[in-house]
């Protein structure tokens, strides 16, 4: 079968850049999605065979609505993460001479790239006037799109791909900021992946019901096996106030032995498991500055 | 001192509601910012006394944004918590007579909206687009600016109250959906409040180390106590990956002997622990179907 990937959009997301990292198909297999749902969506529906969605520490999309809509909406596992820096690019549109700082008018892009890049933007542009975009790629098309303007973008380094820009700066980010983004690729169809020697599982787990303590019972069936936990978020479970899921996230891959006597003896306590994905996990590495 | 709320808007959006239903001042006390950060940054910078901003299971903005901003930027602690249902209504421009379903082209939302209101839109809209808006409130926003088009939105009901739209119908979200969204005020400067028979303390923890069970230990802290956590949340500390702060709601107000008792705990384990709140929670009573 012919792989097929869908992303958040638009063209040129870190999203993006984290699908073309573990897939090296050609442009043609990548889907820009406007929603983490509609990602989702298209590899229920069969348009696409693997959808790529924000997963973390995301500046696209809300990760709250990636695993509200797996544990609510759709029954795919996570069949992979891909964790990337995150850097960030200054661009303007293509343009016959490099245009000064002192010209620029306006720099764009998602609030929060705009704070990862504090400093340069205090130290070379203070004069400019901010604006936000609703994704750090979308700051590169909208400068794509006004060559006349003196203005710029602070996007990923997909987005110099994806738009006709010139790339200014490259990694302007504060570098106090050690940041990470992470996506997971999900479906139910298989996926064939090179391998990797860090591996997750992330399970949903539905207290048995509101006591004092409850989580800390869950929890020791993980700690005196020393199985590691690298996340743990509670969720409402739309029953109501005041109850909750939790999705927690365990340093090691399914086997035979730990795993399933922690899973046994949670239930044991009256906890409901769903497992929602055992996964290889790849870690591009840091851009160097 | 004359009271002034920042809150995330644009005009109209669930966190003007909560503002509005916690604090009766004049409209002119109310300030719609275009992110969270300029929420919060208008209560740092003395342009309003205090700041609402979305904090749980939010359609406005991202949670993570709210919490990561506390967390590295600003000193703000949390004054109090405003919990309102979701209900989502559906709008028209304001016309001489009612448009007819029939009639309609496109219906606008956020993503969660139109997910939220699944069933409505099957069974009386299946023929029209659906167009993604960044808010709810924006939806009401474009429908009233486009009179002439054949549109309708769907958004919160203090929307209703801020631009000229007709009110369609009520409460039109999935009754399957028991959803609940929370806002915190923070500030540095008091508050005046009434009072209320729910508290709680959110703290921040930062593990010594990345060993197996230690968030295990902590919540024995708790647990042995019988202090009741709500919600536990983990956010990666930005010093690199594997390193996390936990973020904790315990169901109490802060009192002389069981939560210091509990710091002092997890301290000696070497821990640290910052107090980013211990508050009132208001609920607003659910709208009846």
């Known amino acids: 079968m012919q792989r097929r990937f869908s992303f958040l959009g638009p063209s040129g997301t870190n999203t993006e850049e984290a699908a073309r990292y573990l897939f090296r198909e050609e442009s043609d297999a990548f889907l820009p999605c406007r929603t983490i749902p509609d990602c989702m969506e298209a590899a229920v529906d069969g348009k696409v065979t693997h959808a790529v969605v924000p997963w973390e520490n995301s500046l696209e999309g809300s990760v709250n609505l990636t695993l509200d809509w797996m544990i609510h909406k759709v029954n795919l596992p996570i069949l992979a993460e891909v964790i990337l820096p995150i850097s960030h690019q200054l661009v303007s549109a293509r343009r016959p001479e490099r245009i000064d700082y002192k010209e620029v008018t306006k720099v764009m892009s998602h609030p929060q790239g705009i704070a990862q890049c504090h400093n340069f933007l205090r ?12 994704s750090t790629a979308e700051s590169a098309r909208i400068v794509s799109e006004h060559p006349n303007e003196p203005w710029l973008g602070i996007c990923p380094m997909q987005a110099v791909y994806s738009y006709p820009v010139d790339l200014m700066e490259a990694n302007i980010e504060d570098s ?18 090179p391998e990797s020697d860090m591996h997750k599982t992330t399970i949903l787990v539905t207290l048995p019901s509101d006591f004092p303590g409850a989580l800390h019972q869950v929890l020791a069936a993980f700690s005196w096996r020393r ?56 870690l591009k590495a840091e851009t160097s500055k």
Chains 1, 2 share one sequence.
Do not use: W
């Open 176 to 193: 106090s900021e050690h940041n990470f983004t992470c996506f997971v690729v999900v479906s139910n169809n298989p996926l064939e992946l």
């Open 227 to 282: 199985l590691n936990l690298s996340r743990i978020e509670s969720r409402p479970t739309k029953t109501g106030l005041g109850n909750y899921h939790f999705v927690i996230d365990i340093d090691h891959k399914m086997d035979d032995i730990l795993m399933p006597g922690a899973f046994a003896e949670m239930e044991a306590l009256g906890c409901q498991i769903r497992v929602l994905g055992t996964y290889p996990v790849y």
């Open 123 to 134: 130290d070379y542009l203070p004069h400019a006037e901010i604006e936000y975009t609703s």
